[in-house]
Structure formats: structure tokens, C-alpha cells
């Protein structure tokens, strides 16, 4: 998804025009950068959390020259991911465990969200105890062995 893409979701989301959902983003991307420019932390509880690191200077090799060079200290924007946001992208894809997580209000409240049951390894799931059908194939292959012989 891009950024207009996403702005159009916001906008169908929130029930507001796409000029409003526009200004909206940039709002929220403008108070982000200039948080992080300002060395501050930003936590959106359940969602994540945005924070600049710091990374120490460091010995690299120039692939081209294969001379050994110095790596200066830096800061970059680092985002970490919440329980929440976590939870909803375990199951992408997958058709998920029973609920709609995105939908679901716990999210937003931060409340713990109910995961599906694991069945243990020491219980039997039910299907293994019904009679296996009858029409299922013989153990063994009923095709005749071929000698092996060496390929010329």
C-alpha cells in the first residue's frame, strides 16, 4: 500500500473526505519526524513505538577496494512493533484464529487478546479416533519392483 492508497483507507475509515484524511496523515507523519528530530519517543500503546537509535562507529570493508574503512556513528528512526500489532499480523494470510482481531475493540483498549487453543501433543484430536473409511489404498505400493539397472 502506498501513501495514496493509504489515504484513501483513512479517509473510507474514518468517514471523512480525502482532502481531510490527507492532511491528516501528513499532520501525523510531520509530528512524527519532527518528535524523532528532536530526540524524543513516540509509544502508541498496542500499536508500537518510534524512537531514534543510535549506532556506535565501526570497522567496514569498501566492496570495491576491499580497503578497511571507518563507519561513523549515526542516529536512525527505529520502529518497534506493540503486542497488538504483533497478534493482528501472526495470523495474516492465514484466515486467523476465530474473531476478527482488526475489528475487535480489544485492540484499542489495549486489553489482552484470546489466543486459540493448542491442543497438547498428548491429546489425540478427534478425527484420529472415528473409523478410517474403507476405500482407503492398501499399505504398500502394488506396482511391481523394476531391477535397477545402471544407466548407460
Not at 12 to 21: H, L, R, T, W
Not at 52 to 61: D, F, I, L, P
Not at 122 to 133: C, I, L, M, N, Y
Amino acid at each position: 500500500m502506498n501513501k495514496t492508497e493509504f489515504i484513501e483507507a483513512v479517509a473510507e475509515k474514518a468517514d471523512i473526505s480525502k482532502a481531510e484524511a490527507q492532511r491528516t496523515v501528513n499532520a501525523m507523519l510531520d509530528v512524527i519526524t519532527e518528535t524523532l528530530a528532536s530526540g524524543d519517543r513516540i509509544v502508541l500503546t498496542g500499536f508500537g513505538s518510534f524512537e531514534v537509535r543510535e549506532t556506535k562507529k565501526r570497522q567496514g570493508v569498501n566492496p570495491r577496494t576491499k580497503q578497511k574503512i571507518v563507519i561513523p556513528a549515526s542516529k536512525r528512526p527505529s520502529f518497534s512493533a506493540g503486542a497488538s500489532l504483533k497478534q493482528a499480523t501472526a495470523y495474516a494470510g492465514t484466515g486467523g484464529p476465530p474473531g476478527d482481531l482488526m475489528t475487535s475493540p480489544s485492540i484499542h483498549r489495549g486489553d489482552p487478546i484470546i489466543r486459540p487453543r493448542i491442543p497438547k501433543s498428548s491429546e489425540k484430536p478427534e478425527s484420529d479416533s472415528q473409523p478410517k473409511p474403507s476405500s482407503e489404498k492398501p499399505e504398500g505400493d502394488p506396482r511391481p519392483k523394476r531391477p535397477n539397472k545402471p544407466i548407460n
